[in-house]
């Protein structure tokens, strides 16, 4: 009697110290990512976005409604983002990299939270100052939902939205 293959055991291992520290590491330097969204006709998009954290540390980007995320992410909030860049030497998929789910919530132009916002991503993105105030530009909020981080070979963590927040 077969009983089929044996299951391979889960590669994924449960977030520990060292991979939040790491996790949050990419979140807090990255200043630009990879954006999966789902676009209008269904089909998956991947565009590059500017990215940041607000003061309270979520995930936001700084998005032209000319953009076709802009529209996709307002339609259909669900996306992914992708953070972590290859070093100069080796394999890139050696390097650490972060893959966030997300919800996008755009923040509105009269929102009392958006003057903060605006001042603490131009900290960061000095060049920003030239456009941040175009009227077709929005902030998006990336709430995550949940994240896997690679921090190199045999190193495959999940983490939850709690495990994104800063620490102490």
Same mark, same amino acid.
């Given at each position: 009697?077969s009983t !089929?293959?044996?299951?391979?055991?889960?590669?994924v291992q449960?977030a520990?110290? #060292?991979? +939040?520290? &790491? /996790?949050?590491?990419?979140?807090?330097?990255?200043?630009?990512a /990879?954006?999966?969204?789902a676009d209008? =006709?269904?089909?998956?998009?991947?565009?590059?976005?500017a990215?940041g954290?607000?003061?309270?540390?979520?995930p936001?980007?700084?998005?032209?409604?000319?953009?076709?995320?802009?529209?996709?992410l307002? =339609?259909r909030?669900d996306?992914?983002?992708m953070?972590? #860049?290859? !070093?100069?030497?080796?394999?890139?998929?050696t390097?650490p990299r &972060?893959? &966030?789910? $997300?919800r996008? !919530?755009?923040?509105?132009?009269d =929102?009392? $939270?958006?003057?903060?916002?605006?001042?603490?991503?131009? #900290?960061?993105h000095?060049?920003?100052?030239?456009?941040? =105030?175009?009227a077709?530009? /929005?902030?998006v909020r +990336?709430?995550?939902?949940?994240?896997?981080?690679? !921090?190199?070979?045999?190193? /495959?963590?999940?983490l939850?939205?709690?495990d994104?927040?800063?620490?102490?």
């Amino acid at each position: 009697m077969s009983t !089929g293959p044996t299951p391979r055991p889960d590669p994924v291992q449960p977030a520990n110290a #060292e991979a +939040l520290a &790491l /996790a949050r590491s990419l979140m807090t330097s990255a200043r630009h990512a /990879a954006l999966a969204y789902a676009d209008a =006709d269904g089909t998956p998009g991947v565009s590059r976005i500017a990215f940041g954290l607000a003061p309270d540390g979520t995930p936001v980007t700084l998005v032209s409604s000319l953009a076709p995320h802009f529209a996709a992410l307002r =339609d259909r909030p669900d996306c992914a983002v992708m953070l972590g #860049e290859p !070093g100069a030497k080796g394999d890139p998929l050696t390097h650490p990299r &972060l893959m &966030l789910k $997300a919800r996008a !919530g755009f923040v509105a132009p009269d =929102d009392p $939270a958006r003057p903060a916002l605006r001042a603490h991503w131009l #900290e960061t993105h000095t060049k920003a100052t030239l456009y941040v =105030d175009f009227a077709d530009f /929005a902030f998006v909020r +990336l709430t995550p939902v949940s994240a896997l981080l690679n !921090g190199g070979f045999a190193r /495959a963590f999940r983490l939850g939205p709690q495990d994104l927040r800063p620490g102490p």
